[in-house]
């Protein structure tokens, strides 16, 4: 059974710091891995995509990075701004009947201004 | 459509009522996901469809949950004889693929059972 872990559970920062979110999931056999954010009593926002032959994808001030082999997955947000404060999630997507989403339980970012 | 999206946004019911949630998927997506997001905790897989088929529905939590999806677009949770524990918010995703493609989320129905 796979399963998501995200570290930290939340962090807070001043604007302007640069910060990494930490996602691990137990089984490597994964076809992508992608990172959500979800403001409060909204729905989620896809971020960046990567595909389980990559390594890292960039977007803007984000970068996130894929190390399968280990289970491990980061997203770098530079430069952070009090706008970035939001839920940020991970999900890996496995095969077998159902190709479903399996989500950590996100990590909670506020940035200070 | 542009998005994904959901309807109704917000639905209060009372306890042993049967409710229907919709989801319009993106125009051209051919898998679409259930999930549900229960305060504090994190998204439960319910069910997925490719076109109108649904391969597995081992995540519905019970019989009184069911999903159809038709002409390969728009889907319907239903709800049976509503319990309070049902109270959550529930999110359709759809992608344009099974696999190697990104899922977009709608802003979900917040279900109250009172």
């Known amino acids: 059974k796979q399963e998501v872990t995200q570290i930290p559970a939340a962090l807070s920062v001043p604007e302007g710091e640069n910060l990494v979110l930490n996602c691990s999931f137990t089984?490597?056999?994964?076809?992508?891995l992608q990172w959500f954010r979800q403001d409060p009593g909204k729905g989620l926002t896809s971020l960046l995509l990567?595909?389980?032959?990559?390594r890292e994808q960039t977007s803007g001030r984000l970068n996130a990075s894929l190390d399968k082999s280990s289970g491990r997955s980061t997203l770098y947000i530079a430069a952070s701004q009090p706008g970035d404060s939001a839920t940020y999630l991970c999900?890996?997507?496995?095969?077998?009947?159902?190709?479903?989403?399996?989500f950590g339980k996100g990590t909670l970012l506020t940035v200070n201004p | 459509g542009a998005g994904v999206s959901q309807s109704p946004s917000n639905k209060v019911t009372e306890k042993g009522k049967d409710v229907e949630l919709r989801c319009d998927p993106i125009?051209?997506?051919?898998?679409l996901y259930w999930y549900r997001q229960s305060l504090g905790q994190g998204l439960e897989f319910l069910i997925y469809?490719?076109?109108?088929?649904?391969?597995?529905k081992s995540g519905l939590p019970s019989d009184r949950f069911s999903a159809e999806r038709t002409g390969g677009s728009v889907s319907t949770l239903t709800i049976q004889r509503t319990q309070q524990e049902d109270s959550a918010v529930y999110l359709c995703?759809?992608?344009?693929?099974?696999?190697?493609?990104?899922?977009?989320f709608g802003q979900g129905t917040r279900l109250t059972v009172v």
């Open positions: 995703a759809s992608s344009l693929g099974a696999i190697n493609t990104e899922a977009f």
């Open positions: 089984d490597s056999a994964i076809y992508n």
């Open positions: 990567i595909q389980s032959s990559q």
């Open positions: 999900a890996v997507k496995r095969g077998g009947s159902n190709y479903k989403l399996t």
């Open positions: 125009s051209g997506h051919t898998a």
């Open positions: 469809f490719q076109g109108n088929s649904a391969p597995d």
